[in-house]
């Protein structure tokens, strides 16, 4: 099992910045890669970022530019760097660990506010 705790979430103005955090652990894990999804009110959850055990990144086509997404030397700590933020990144966001089993761990989400 892999457990996963959030933090970092919070209200922010429109244009301001917010640093998520994500910290993984457990027991004979093997991480293949850490992400960030988002959910917001009414819609599906959406990947955001994400980061593989070899330190490759994609991201979603209305972050790019804005957000950042990294990790601890250790592998066992994801971050989302989000500066700029806009009304339409209110959402929950989530934490995801995909082990080299393909298990996926999700975290318990944190809410990301913006206002005008």
């Known amino acids: 099992q892999v457990q996963l705790v959030e933090s970092g979430g919070g209200l922010v103005q429109a244009g301001g910045s917010l640093r998520l955090s994500c910290a993984a652990s457990?027991?004979?894990?093997?991480?293949?890669?850490m992400g960030w999804y988002r959910q917001a009110p009414g819609k599906q959850r959406d990947l955001v970022a994400a980061i593989s055990s070899a330190g490759s990144t994609v991201y979603a086509d209305s972050v790019k530019g804005r957000f950042t997404i990294s990790r601890d030397n250790a592998k066992t700590t994801v971050y989302l760097q989000m500066n700029s933020l806009k009304l339409e990144d209110t959402a929950v966001y989530y934490c995801?660990?995909?082990?080299?089993?393909?298990?996926?761990?999700w975290g318990q989400g944190t809410q990301v506010t913006v206002s005008s």
């Open positions: 995801n660990v995909e082990t080299s089993g393909y298990t996926s761990f």
């Open positions: 457990g027991s004979s894990f093997n991480i293949r890669a």
